[in-house]
């Protein structure tokens, strides 16, 4: 892994799972992560390891549930799925991201344009 | 909130939840290799790409279960089950620990238990805190009774108490409707109730006329109001008869009423205003000014007593004030020996925790490689600190467990016996008195386990990593500090043991003396005889009549009254002319106990006549009078003389010719208890009616004693209802079996001397163990060094020399300085101890005799195990 891939801004692993989830419907761990990789064409460098304990919190919040049930090849795998308590999370996260980002987009054109 | 509530629902999942986390790595590592094995890895690549991109397995479960549960009490609860394993490795060495623990504890918690209810709740009135006793004082007598005018004069001039009322104590024959009933209840000023700050249930105080013009007005007790009315509101403006005379109810006192404290108080009427200033009969009661300190009180008061006494010096002389807190007075002498018992009961704890101090710091030493092995590792100091408090911590909770249920028991027979010599309230089981043991727990725990910590925090880690199996002995600070414990120890057990001694041999004296009755198989009671029996006639009849009745029933051996007798607390003296002895003041008399009673009393008290005869049928009133003195009297009148056949006359006789001849002498008795000497006392019959001639009326109190030849309380019943036969109205007091009415005298000494004792016991079984514990640790530990004096060619008994010096200094310091405790605390103990000085040479010195021997004997047996040792297995030893 490169030095130049960024280490995962802290808490956008949660938003990351949730959007992953959101988007593509139930999947089990491994799937969740490589999908992450893939979207953030692997310049990410976080141990897939550490999705499980997110995966934990989250379902502590109450945002995704749990089941268990055959993968392709027929091993038991932990399916997780978004609840709707964690599709409104989603929403405000979103929301709140797209506020952040463009507060700080705008910060930075303005410093530009200012100078 | 959601979280925590997962977190706690998987603390009970714990299992399950790491086997799916573990079965749902397993998995997420198949595919990540089968999509490698795909990319056309080879197995081994496949497996070492997927587990990098993976990261530490055992960080993700980690991270998992850190996230899962609760880390913080998960890893005290580590500690506490390391804690219970090592308890478990060591099982003899925990069960002493917790047991010690337990015994301190335990007797602490039981002690305050009572001390909190006597000393330190607070008492049923508002503000009680400001409520002062006001007694007067004379040369002798600290708390004694005033005059009414003293009284009202202390009233008037005081500036410094915001009220006071004045009260007494007394007893009533309440009849008329029903049947008779004896009551406690008081005389008082009409000011009573607004310096006690209560009013009544219903109806009012009387006031400062009625008072003063002696209406006969009462108060009757919210008890006697329930059990005699049924609560009738009626009750009101109705008439009773309180000792034959009819007064009426004009209130009923607030329910829980007792005054003074804890003495139940059924009925309240004004006091008498006697015009005298010499007549003592009434004490004080009032409430100090807020922001007046009890001090500044006093000063006024000294200041008021002596403008009296410059006023009055013929009834004032030598007359002081003394005011005494209320709670004071509600605690009583008891007071000062809750304390001690306290004092000793904590002195066991902390012997306790001198002891599993040193158990844990001997452990510490043992374990220091062990755990400076775990430091290597990275454990924290904080954390095998903290793993050290957790263990002793432990310790001391499953003994206050343990603890809280002796005290259970602990205070209840503690109560059960202070209740016989003092008004006590009953003491409740309450919540509040479980922090003590917890509270006692965990400072024991803090006291056990913070030095071996302490030790621990200081250790160089490499020092005792550097130290190899060989070498493996306490290092100085630790050797220090486990003498220091000792000598603690042991200088606390021997003050101790001095204490218990001391009141041992007290006891014991006490136990020896000659009570000079045969309370066995006896019955005691008292009655108050109303106005009817004023007349001596009557009166004669009517004893005659009861002694009859009572002595009729059968199982009835004798029946016998005493007038005025000195188990109620009465006993009139006397003072006497005695023929050929002069008297020993120009205008006075010899002084005696004068005791009236019937003819079979010495049979029926069971007091041996030990020279001349008893009374008998020719006593008659016509007959010569007689009388019967006892020894002390014999002795003190008559010291190479025989007394029987002398006579002696009433000093205030008005028949100067009225000679009494003494015609036996019987044995002293203590009435008071054992503690009290007696006095000299003569015995007239009451048939030759000895009062006939005397300036005097008789008291109405009498004792009826009665000895059976069945068990006393069978007895209580059919003597209650013979006495009935011959006067329906007439209330009886006191009736018990006469060894109960005496044992209480003796009661107290013997409650002190069993608890003292038994601190003292529990305080030298402790120390033995922990005398012997050590030794032996302390020959474990040198097995080296010893093996090798061995080896070089010292003898058994060398060694056993050796150590044995080493233990016993240890010890003797100790016990010289309990000896310094004891004679610094001697001052306190000597109010209980009876016929021997604090400073007692012969139990000081017993004391320090057994106490030699139990620790000799504690710090030989390990020190002939070192003199065994085989020096060949001493080096191999690890």
């Known amino acids: 892994m490169g030095a130049d891939k960024s280490d995962v801004l802290h808490g956008t692993l949660d938003l990351m799972i949730l959007k992953t989830l959101d ?41 995704i549930s749990t089941k268990w049930a055959a993968s392709s090849t027929g091993r038991r795998v932990k399916i997780y799925a978004i609840t709707r308590r964690g599709q409104q999370q989603l929403k405000t996260e979103e929301i709140d991201w797209h506020r952040a980002a463009g507060i700080l987009s705008r910060f930075f054109k303005l410093s530009k344009d200012a100078l | 909130m959601r979280p925590l509530l997962a977190r706690l629902v998987a603390l009970f999942q714990r299992r399950r939840l790491d086997r799916e986390l573990a079965d749902e790595i397993a998995a997420h590592l198949e595919m990540a290799v089968a999509d490698n094995r795909a990319r056309g890895l080879s197995p081994e690549e496949a497996r070492r790409v997927a587990m990098t991109a993976f990261g530490g397995v055992l960080q993700t479960e980690e991270a998992y279960r850190d996230r899962q549960g609760f880390p913080l009490l998960e890893s005290m609860w580590q500690d ?142 919210y008890g006697l109001w329930t059990r005699r009315y049924g609560r009738d509101p009626q009750v009101l403006g109705k008439t009773i008869l309180v000792n034959e005379v009819s007064h009426v109810v004009i209130g009923v006192l607030p329910p829980g009423f007792e005054f003074p404290p804890y003495v139940a108080t059924d009925l309240v009427v004004p006091v008498p205003e006697r015009p005298s200033r010499s007549t003592g009969y009434i004490r ?103 793993q050290l408090l957790t263990e002793s911590l432990s310790l001391a909770l499953i003994a206050s467990a343990l603890g809280a249920l002796l005290a259970f028991w602990g205070s209840a027979f503690l109560v059960t016996s202070l209740s016989q010599r003092f008004p006590l309230p009953p003491i409740a089981f309450s919540w509040t008195i479980l922090a003590v043991p917890i509270g006692l727990a965990a400072l024991s725990g803090l006291l056990c386990g913070l030095p071996p910590a302490l030790m621990l925090w200081r250790s160089r880690l490499n020092d005792t990593l550097k ?109 006497f002319t005695v023929e050929d002895v002069a008297d020993p003041s120009p205008d006075r008399g010899h002084v005696a106990g004068f005791d009236v009673v019937s003819g079979n009393f010495f049979g029926a008290m069971g007091m041996p006549i030990a020279r001349g005869r008893d009374f008998d049928a020719q006593d008659t009133a016509a007959a010569p009078s007689v009388a019967i003195v006892n020894e002390t009297m014999a002795r003190r009148l008559w010291p190479d003389r025989e007394a029987v056949g002398k006579h002696v006359r009433l000093y205030y006789d008005k028949d100067r010719q009225h000679w009494l001849t003494i ?38 109190v009498i004792a009826l004693v009665v000895r059976t030849a069945v068990k006393p309380a069978t007895m209580i019943p059919a003597v209650q209802a013979a006495i009935w036969v011959v006067d329906k109205d007439q209330p009886v007091w006191n009736l018990q079996p006469m060894d109960q009415a005496l044992w209480e005298a003796a009661a107290e000494p013997r409650i002190y001397m069993a608890l003292l004792g038994t601190f ?19 020959v474990v530990r040198r097995r080296q060094e010893l093996g090798i004096r061995l080896a070089l060619g010292a003898t058994p008994r060398q060694i056993l020399a050796l150590v044995l010096r080493h233990g016993m200094f240890l010890n003797v310091v100790g016990a010289g300085l309990g000896l310094a405790g004891a004679l610094a605390l001697g001052r306190t103990v000597a109010g209980f101890l009876y016929g021997i000085t604090a400073t007692d040479a012969s139990t000081f010195l017993g004391v320090l005799l057994l106490f030699a021997t139990v620790a000799l004997v504690a710090t030989y047996l390990p020190a002939r195990r070192a003199a065994t040792i085989d020096p060949s297995l001493a080096f191999r030893t690890d």
Not at chain 2, 762 to 778: C, D, P, T, V
């Open chain 1, 23 to 63: 988007t593509l419907g139930p999947l089990h761990g491994y799937a969740i992560a490589r999908r992450i990789e893939q979207i953030s064409s692997d310049e990410l460098a976080i141990n897939q390891g550490t999705l499980y304990p997110a995966l934990l919190k989250l379902k502590q919040h109450g945002w």
């Open chain 2, 80 to 221: 506490v089950k390391y804690a219970v394993r090592s308890f478990r490795q060591s099982p003899g060495f925990a069960a002493i620990a917790v047991l010690t623990l337990a015994l301190g504890i335990g007797a602490t918690t039981s002690i305050f238990s009572v001390v909190q209810t006597l000393l330190i709740r607070r008492l049923p009135f508002p503000d009680a805190d400001r409520l002062v006793a006001v007694f007067a004082t004379s040369a002798t007598v600290r708390r004694d009774t005033t005059s009414f005018l003293d009284f009202s004069d202390w009233q008037r001039q005081t500036h410094t108490l915001s009220g006071m009322a004045a009260y007494r104590s007394d007893r009533f024959n309440i009849t008329g409707d029903g049947t008779p009933e004896p009551v406690r209840g008081l005389r008082v000023t009409h000011e009573l109730f607004w310096v006690l700050g209560v009013s009544p249930a219903i109806g009012r105080m009387f006031d400062q006329q009625e008072q003063h013009t002696a209406r006969p007005v009462a108060l009757i007790g």
């Open chain 2, 284 to 386: 004080g009661i009032a409430r100090l000014n807020s922001n007046t300190r009890l001090s500044v009180a006093q000063q006024e008061l000294d200041a008021i007593a002596r403008g009296l006494e410059a006023a009055f010096p013929g009834s004032n002389k030598g007359r002081g004030i003394n005011l005494v807190p209320l709670r004071e007075l509600a605690s009583g002498e008891v007071r000062v020996a809750l304390l001690v018992l306290l004092g000793a009961a904590f002195l066991v704890l902390l012997i306790g925790c001198a002891n599993v101090g040193n158990l844990v710091l001997a452990k510490g030493i043992a374990r220091q490689r062990e755990l400076a092995v775990r430091r290597a590792l990275g454990a924290g100091r904080g954390r095998l600190v903290r």
């Open chain 2, 467 to 575: 130290q190899d199996a060989r070498n493996q002995s306490a290092g100085i600070n630790e050797q220090r500090l486990g003498n220091l414990l000792m000598v603690a120890e042991t200088a606390l057990t021997v003050t101790l043991l001095i204490g218990a001694g001391l009141l041992l041999k007290s006891f014991i004296r006490l136990q020896r003396i000659d009570l000079g009755v045969n309370p066995r198989e006896a019955v005691t009671a008292n009655l108050v005889l109303s106005k009817r029996y004023l007349d001596p006639a009557r009166r004669e009849l009517f004893v005659r009549q009861l002694v009859d009745s009572v002595a009729a029933l059968p199982g009835v051996l004798d029946a016998a009254v005493h007038t005025d007798p000195p188990f109620l607390g009465g006993g009139s003296q006397e003072t």
């Open chain 2, 663 to 700: 015609v036996g002498v019987v044995r002293d008795v203590r009435y008071r208890g054992a503690r009290i000497e007696p006095i000299p006392q003569a015995f007239v019959p009451s048939r030759q009616n000895p009062y006939r001639t005397l300036p005097y009326v008789q008291s109405p």
């Open chain 2, 760 to 778: 003292a016991v529990i305080a030298l079984i402790i120390a033995s163990a922990g005398i012997y514990g050590l030794s032996a640790y302390a």
